[in-house]
C-alpha cells in the first residue's frame, strides 16, 4: 500500500485532472449532481487507486486512520465534489464509521459492505420539525415501538441528507428503554422520502429531504447495536464525522486560496499589479494563517482519535474544538476569496461563489458552533472546578 502521502498526491492529481472538469459542469453549466455521476467518478477513483479513504481494505477502500485521511482528504476536498468521487461525503462518511462500530456480521454483509464500496448511498435520520429533535438529541419525538415479530416505528424527520435515492437510511428513535437504532431498507413502505428542502448547499445527492415513518414495521434484526445505546453508538460517528468535514473544507479552501492568489497576479489597478497592493496581501495573508491554524488543529486531532478512539472525552473534545474553529476559518476564507476577485468573485464562473454559499452550511452540520462552543466551554470549566 503506497504511503498517505503518495496516496495523498495521487488523489490531488485524480482531483485536477478528473475531477474538477465535472466540478464547472455541475456548477456553471448545470450538469445535474445525481448517482450516476457518482457511480462515474467513484469508478474513476478505483481505477486511479484513491477510492474509499474512510473504509477498510476488505471492503475495497485504502484502510486509512484518521491522520492519514487527513492528508488524503484534504487533497479530495480541493473539488467541491471531490469527496464524493473518493466515497468520503457525508453522511456516507460518519455512517461508515458508525456500521463499522455497530454492525453485526449479517448487517456488515448487508449494509456496510456494499456501503464502503461505493455500491449505494445512506442517510441517517435524526433532525426533527419542532419540536422534536434538533441540536438536542433528549428532544426526539420519534418512538419505535416492540412487537411480537419486531419493531413499528412512527415519526417525523426533516434535513435528512441523501435520503432521497439512498438504499438504506438509519433511524434513530426512542424504545422503552432509551434511544435506539435502525436501519430501515429504502423499499419498506412505511418510510416515506417527501419533499426535498430547498437549501443553499447543493453538492449532495439526494439533497436534505422530508421524511415519515409511519407505521414502519422493521424486525429485530433492524436494531444496529443494541436497544436503548443509539447515542453511545452515535459517539462512534460523531467525532470522526465532524473531523472529516474539516478535512474535505479545508481542501477546497486551499483551492479557493490559489484562484485568489493566481487572480489577482494576473490583473492590475492603479497602474500596478492587484497583488502588489498591501490590502490585497493582507487578505492573503490572513487566509494563509487560517488554512495553517486549521491544518495543524486538524493533524492533532486525527492523532487524538487514532490514540484514543472516537469515543474518549478527549477525541470529542478535540473534534469539537477542530470543527467549530475550521468551519469559521474556511468561511472567513472563502469571503476573501470572493473580495479579492472583485465583481467576478460574485459570479459562478468563477466558482468561489459557490463555494462560498456551499460552506455557509458546514458551520450548522455536524454540530452548530453555538451548542459547540456551549459544550467545549462546560468540559473546560469541569476541570477547573
Known amino acids: 500500500m503506497p504511503s498517505p502521502q503518495e496516496?495523498?498526491?495521487?488523489?490531488?492529481?485524480?482531483?485536477?485532472?478528473?475531477?474538477i472538469p465535472v466540478e464547472r459542469e455541475v456548477v456553471v453549466d448545470g450538469r445535474p449532481m445525481d448517482d450516476a455521476l457518482r457511480l462515474e467518478l467513484q469508478k474513476a477513483a478505483k481505477e486511479?487507486?484513491?477510492?474509499?479513504?474512510?473504509?477498510?481494505?476488505?471492503?475495497?477502500?485504502?484502510?486509512?486512520?484518521?491522520?492519514?485521511?487527513?492528508?488524503?482528504?484534504?487533497?479530495?476536498?480541493?473539488?467541491?465534489?471531490?469527496?464524493?468521487?473518493?466515497?468520503?461525503?457525508?453522511?456516507?462518511?460518519?455512517?461508515?464509521?458508525?456500521?463499522?462500530?455497530?454492525?453485526?456480521?449479517?448487517?456488515?454483509?448487508?449494509y456496510l459492505a456494499p456501503l464502503a464500496a461505493g455500491e449505494v448511498r445512506s442517510a441517517i435520520a435524526l433532525t426533527e420539525p419542532a419540536p422534536g429533535a434538533g441540536s438536542d438529541p433528549r428532544m426526539l419525538m420519534t418512538v419505535a415501538e416492540e412487537t411480537d415479530d419486531g419493531w413499528v416505528i412512527n415519526g417525523r424527520k426533516h434535513f435528512t441528507t441523501g435520503a432521497e435515492g439512498a438504499a438504506f437510511t438509519i433511524c434513530v428513535a426512542n424504545t422503552d428503554d432509551g434511544v435506539t437504532l435502525f436501519l430501515v431498507d429504502q423499499d419498506n413502505p412505511g418510510m416515506k422520502v417527501g419533499r426535498r428542502m430547498p437549501t443553499l448547499d447543493h453538492s449532495n445527492p439526494g439533497g436534505h429531504s422530508e421524511v415519515a415513518f409511519e407505521d414502519c414495521v422493521v424486525p429485530d434484526s433492524a436494531v444496529l447495536g443494541e436497544v436503548g445505546r443509539g447515542l453511545d453508538h452515535a459517539q462512534a460517528r460523531l467525532a470522526p464525522s465532524r473531523l472529516t468535514l474539516c478535512m474535505n473544507w479545508l481542501g477546497l479552501?486551499?483551492?479557493?486560496?490559489?484562484?485568489s492568489a493566481r487572480h489577482i497576479g494576473g490583473r492590475s489597478a492603479f497602474g500596478v499589479p492587484i497583488a502588489e497592493h498591501g490590502m490585497a496581501q493582507g487578505l492573503v495573508a490572513d487566509n494563509e494563517i487560517d488554512i495553517t491554524a486549521s491544518r495543524a488543529l486538524i493533524h492533532s486531532t486525527a492523532a487524538v482519535l487514532d490514540e484514543q478512539g472516537p469515543l474518549s472525552s478527549a477525541?470529542?473534545?478535540?473534534?469539537?474544538?477542530?470543527?467549530?474553529?475550521?468551519?469559521?476559518?474556511?468561511?472567513?476564507?472563502?469571503?476573501?476569496?470572493?473580495?479579492?476577485?472583485g465583481g467576478l468573485g460574485v459570479c459562478e464562473d468563477h466558482l468561489v461563489a459557490r463555494f462560498l454559499v456551499e460552506a455557509r452550511a458546514v458551520r450548522i452540520y455536524e454540530g452548530a458552533s453555538e451548542v459547540l462552543r456551549w459544550s467545549i466551554g462546560r468540559r473546560v470549566l469541569r476541570t477547573f472546578q
Open 7 to 19: 496516496l495523498a498526491a495521487r488523489t490531488r492529481a485524480f482531483v485536477h485532472d478528473r475531477v
Open 253 to 259: 479552501a486551499t483551492r479557493a486560496h490559489e484562484l
Open 48 to 110: 486511479a487507486g484513491v477510492f474509499g479513504p474512510m473504509s477498510a481494505v476488505e471492503h475495497g477502500g485504502l484502510g486509512l486512520d484518521m491522520r492519514g485521511a487527513a492528508l488524503v482528504m484534504e487533497a479530495a476536498g480541493t473539488s467541491l465534489i471531490g469527496p464524493l468521487a473518493v466515497n468520503c461525503s457525508a453522511p456516507d462518511d460518519g455512517n461508515i464509521h458508525l456500521l463499522a462500530h455497530a454492525c453485526d456480521p449479517e448487517q456488515t454483509r448487508r
Open 315 to 341: 477525541a470529542r473534545h478535540a473534534a469539537s474544538v477542530a470543527k467549530t474553529f475550521v468551519s469559521e476559518a474556511v468561511w472567513r476564507v472563502f469571503d476573501r476569496a470572493v473580495q479579492l476577485h
